[in-house]
Structure formats: structure tokens, C-alpha cells
């Protein structure tokens, strides 16, 4: 196999097992055993399980983030627009924390709640430059007004992870982001 498809085989055998298993219940020995290579290729390609866990969240992230600033159009309503895609990029992290790591491994792992301040940072940083970068929403609002929004939505949220006691508080939480601060935040940046 070629190395972009070893790399590509590793990342889907992982990514089904940390969704059906978690990330802390699957073992690397068992994504080398659904991908059907030796163990030691996988640490060809990755120095450890969390940077193919890293590689298959960038990737998920990367899509989605595409995906979202695609949609919109100098018609939309900004405030609205830029309301809902934080709120969607808030639902991604949710979505990681939910389906590949777990609530309960976030709060109990020092290694995990570090990971995710990384993925944070590089989520803040991915979010940063593709807004800035997309014309119409770089034209319409200004760098660091964008900065600010990101930056004061992800600290809000990734706090979640690390401060709510049960999967309900997190759901809360983000409704209460959606519904009291969200939509400060934007004004703040439209305005």
C-alpha cells in the first residue's frame, strides 16, 4: 500500500473504534488489527495513538469548517450567519467530546484535558484564519473582532468540558450559551 492509503486506513479503523469503543477502551493493537497492518506501521505514520486521533479530528474539523463557511453568501444576514456558525462549531466539539473521548474520561485525564487545549488552539486558530480569509466575511468585519469572537466562544465552551459534572449539565450549558451569550458576542463583533 501507499502511504497516504496506509495513513488513510489507519485513521478510518481508528475512527470507527473510538466511536463504537471510545478513545481510552481502544488499544492500538486493535486499530493495527481492523486496519490489517503490523503495529509497528502504525508508529511509521503516527508517533502515538492521540496524534492519530489528532489527524482524524483535523480532518473532521477541517471538513466541517469548509463546509460551514461555504454556506454562506453576502445576502445572509451576518449576525445570524456568524451566530449559527459558531453555534455548528460549538456542536463539533461537542460531537468530539460526546462520540471519541467521553465525558468522563475529559474530566478524570490530565493527558486528555491537556489534548483537548491543543485541539482548542487549533480549532481557534483554523476558525481565525478561514473567517479572515473568506472574503465577504473579511470585507464585512474586522480581524480582530472575529478574533474575538472565536476566542471568547471557544474558552466558553471548551470550559464545558472540564466543569460540568454530568452529560446533562454539558447540554445545558451549551443551550445556555446558544440562548444568553451567543448572541452578545455576535452583536459585540457586528457592531
Given at each position: ?23 481510552k ?13 503490523a ?44 451566530g ?6 460549538s ?19 490530565t493527558n ?10 487549533d ?13 465577504e466575511i473579511?470585507k ?13 466562544s471557544?474558552?466558553i ?11 446533562a449539565d454539558v447540554?445545558?450549558?451549551?443551550v ?6 451567543l448572541?452578545?458576542?455576535?452583536k459585540?463583533?457586528?457592531?
Amino acid at each position: 500500500m501507499e502511504a497516504d492509503k496506509v495513513k488513510e486506513s489507519i485513521k478510518k479503523a481508528a475512527r470507527d473504534l473510538f466511536r463504537r469503543y471510545g478513545y481510552k477502551k481502544t488499544s492500538v493493537n486493535e486499530i493495527a488489527r481492523r486496519a490489517k497492518i503490523a503495529k509497528a506501521t502504525i508508529y511509521k505514520y503516527f508517533d502515538s495513538k492521540e496524534l492519530v486521533l489528532h489527524a482524524i479530528l483535523m480532518d473532521y474539523i477541517r471538513e466541517s469548517v469548509a463546509d460551514l463557511l461555504s454556506k454562506y453568501n453576502n445576502q445572509a444576514d451576518l449576525e445570524t450567519y456568524l451566530g449559527n456558525t459558531i453555534l455548528r462549531v460549538s456542536r463539533l466539539t461537542y460531537t468530539i467530546c460526546n462520540e471519541f473521548l467521553g465525558w468522563d474520561f475529559i474530566r478524570e485525564s490530565t493527558n486528555t484535558q491537556e489534548y483537548l487545549r491543543t485541539l482548542s488552539d487549533d480549532l481557534e486558530f483554523l476558525l481565525i484564519s478561514s473567517f479572515i480569509n473568506n472574503a465577504e466575511i473579511g470585507k464585512a468585519v474586522a480581524p480582530e473582532k472575529l478574533t474575538f469572537l472565536i476566542k471568547a466562544s471557544k474558552n466558553i465552551v471548551f470550559s464545558f468540558a472540564f466543569t460540568s459534572v454530568s452529560e446533562a449539565d454539558v447540554r445545558k450549558n451549551f443551550v445556555s450559551f446558544q440562548k444568553e451569550i451567543l448572541p452578545y458576542l455576535v452583536k459585540a463583533t457586528v457592531e
